[in-house]
C-alpha cells in the first residue's frame, strides 16, 4: 500500500500560471481533503469530498477548483496562480464509517512557490 | 461557525518533565478528537485519537483527557524527551458537515 501520494512534490510557478495538484489513495477511503499552510501556521481546509463526484468548500476556496472524477483521485487546480498561494499543499483521506469519525491519512505535501 | 483554539502556542520543557497542551472548540456535536505531531518539513502524523464516548486514552507516554461538558481535550506527555520537540496540532471532527478543524498548533521544545 502506497497510502496517499502527491504528485508534485515541489513546484516553482509565475504569477498567473496555472497548475494542478494530483492527490491519490489506494485504500478505498471516501473521503478526501485539501489543506494548505502557511509557515508556522496550522492547516486550513481548502475544499474536501465526501464520494466521487461530489466536492464542497472549506474555510480557504477561493483562488482553487477540485475535481473528483475517480474515488482514488482528488485534483486541486490553481487557475491564475498568485504570490498568495505560495504554500505547502497537504493532501488527506478517510474512511467513512457508520458513526462517522474517521481517522485522517495524510500525503507527503506539496511545496508551491508562486514568484 | 466551528472554533479551535489551542494553548499555549509555545511551550518549553525540561527533558523529563511533563507537557500539557489544550484544545477547545466550539460545536458540542465533534465525536472525533486527534492529536497531530508534526516535525519539520512533514506530513502531520497521528499520535492519539479518543472517540466522544471516551475520557481518557492513554499510550505508553502518552494521553488524551476529554471534557465533553466543557467543549475541551488536553494532550499529555510524561517524561518527555528531545525527539518529543516538534509542532502539535489538536483538530476536532465535526460530524454533520465531515470536516476536521485545527488548531494553530502548539511548539513544543524539549531542552536537554
Known amino acids: 500500500n502506497a497510502g496517499v501520494t502527491q504528485t508534485p512534490k515541489f513546484r516553482v510557478l509565475k504569477t498567473g500560471q496555472s497548475m494542478t495538484l494530483l492527490c491519490a489513495q489506494d485504500?478505498?477511503?471516501?473521503?478526501m481533503y485539501w489543506y494548505r499552510q502557511d509557515p508556522g501556521m496550522g492547516l486550513r481546509l481548502i475544499h474536501y469530498?465526501?464520494?466521487?463526484?461530489?466536492?464542497a468548500k472549506g474555510e480557504v476556496p477561493d483562488g482553487y477548483n477540485v475535481s473528483r472524477l475517480k474515488k482514488q483521485n482528488f485534483l486541486l487546480g490553481l487557475e491564475s496562480a498568485a504570490p498568495s498561494q505560495t504554500s505547502v499543499y497537504f493532501c488527506?483521506?478517510?474512511?467513512?464509517?457508520?458513526?462517522?469519525?474517521?481517522?485522517?491519512?495524510f500525503g507527503p505535501g506539496t511545496r508551491l512557490t508562486v514568484l | 461557525g466551528e472554533n479551535v483554539e489551542q494553548h499555549p502556542s509555545t511551550l518549553s520543557v525540561q527533558e523529563g518533565d511533563s507537557a500539557v497542551i489544550k484544545c477547545t472548540y466550539s460545536?458540542?456535536?465533534?465525536?472525533?478528537f486527534p492529536w497531530y505531531k508534526q516535525e519539520l518539513g512533514k506530513r502531520p502524523q497521528l499520535i492519539i485519537d479518543?472517540?466522544?464516548?471516551?475520557g481518557e486514552k492513554k499510550d505508553q507516554r502518552i494521553a488524551v483527557t476529554l471534557n465533553k461538558t466543557a467543549k475541551h481535550f488536553s494532550l499529555h506527555i510524561t517524561e518527555t524527551q528531545p525527539e518529543d520537540s516538534a509542532v502539535y496540532f489538536c483538530?476536532?471532527?465535526?460530524?454533520?458537515?465531515?470536516?476536521?478543524?485545527f488548531g494553530t498548533g502548539t511548539r513544543l521544545k524539549v531542552l536537554a
Open positions: 460545536d458540542s456535536a465533534s465525536n472525533y
Open positions: 488527506a483521506s478517510s474512511p467513512s464509517t457508520p458513526n462517522s469519525y474517521n481517522e485522517q491519512f
Open positions: 485504500m478505498n477511503h471516501e473521503y
Open positions: 479518543i472517540r466522544s464516548n471516551v
Open positions: 469530498s465526501v464520494g466521487e463526484g461530489t466536492t
Open positions: 483538530a476536532p471532527y465535526h460530524p454533520r458537515t465531515y470536516k476536521y478543524i
